[in-house]
């Protein structure tokens, strides 16, 4: 079975502050794993993923995330917050060894940053 | 990417009436998927949705409740049907591009209230 969790509700940072929404997940075989990210009252955004090659993985608006395999984490990253970054995150991930397409997601991290 | 638009946005609906959402690409693709978000949740895929076949639903979901239909590959319609207050959520389609990297697209969702 797979799973994603994201064992944080909400996360504030101050703004200019580094930033980080974790990330953990489990499949029986290769995980594919993606960041999307909802602003108030729209449909999510694809933030970044990881497929293969390079354990970290850069993707739009200046976040990244690293791959870690051994602690099955797949954290979102960014080096100095912006008061815009503030929406809701969520982790995802699929198996690639299923042949299945769908994508189980994490119950979502509500991030706000602090002017 | 994908551009992907949701028709309707939002709607509020009495109990017992059914209601079609449609999905619309701006280019053709294969996969094409619906989620559903309850209020509060995270992502919960209902179905994927099949160009000339029947659609492939998740454990829980049932096509009598959540018929889908897909004339084309840029087009696709998901009826909630014999609506409770428990249906209120909001209905997102995706989409994974052909040589997309494995990667889906959200549409906007439509914001569903039944009342």
């Known amino acids: 079975a797979q799973s994603v969790a994201q064992p944080e509700d909400q996360v504030n940072v101050a703004e200019g502050n580094p930033l980080t929404v974790k990330c953990t997940y489990s499949?029986?075989?290769?995980?594919?794993l993606f960041w999307y990210v909802q602003y108030p009252n729209r449909g999510l955004q694809f933030l970044l993923k990881y497929i293969t090659g390079d354990n970290l993985v850069k993707g739009s608006y200046g976040f990244e995330a690293e791959f870690n395999k051994s602690q099955t984490s797949f954290h979102l990253k960014k080096p100095s917050a912006l008061v815009s970054d503030s929406a809701l995150y969520f982790c995802a991930v699929r198996d690639s060894t299923t042949g299945a397409n769908n994508l189980f997601f994490g119950t979502g991290t509500r991030l706000t940053v602090i002017p | 990417s994908a551009v992907i638009s949701q028709k309707p946005s939002r709607d509020i609906c009495q109990r017992g009436t059914s209601l079609t959402i449609q999905c619309q690409v701006d280019?053709?693709?294969?996969?094409m998927f619906w989620y559903r978000q309850q209020p509060g949740q995270s992502l919960t895929l209902i179905a994927t949705a099949n160009q000339g076949s029947e659609a492939t639903y998740e454990s829980g979901f049932v096509i009598d409740k959540f018929p889908i239909s897909r004339p084309n590959l840029t087009f696709s319609t998901l009826t909630v049907s014999n609506m409770s207050p428990e249906d209120s959520s909001i209905y997102l389609c995706s989409v994974e591009p052909t040589g997309g990297g494995e990667t889906q697209y959200f549409g906007p969702g439509t914001r569903l209230l039944v009342l």
């Open positions: 280019s053709q693709v294969t996969m």
């Open positions: 499949v029986s075989g290769n995980p594919y």
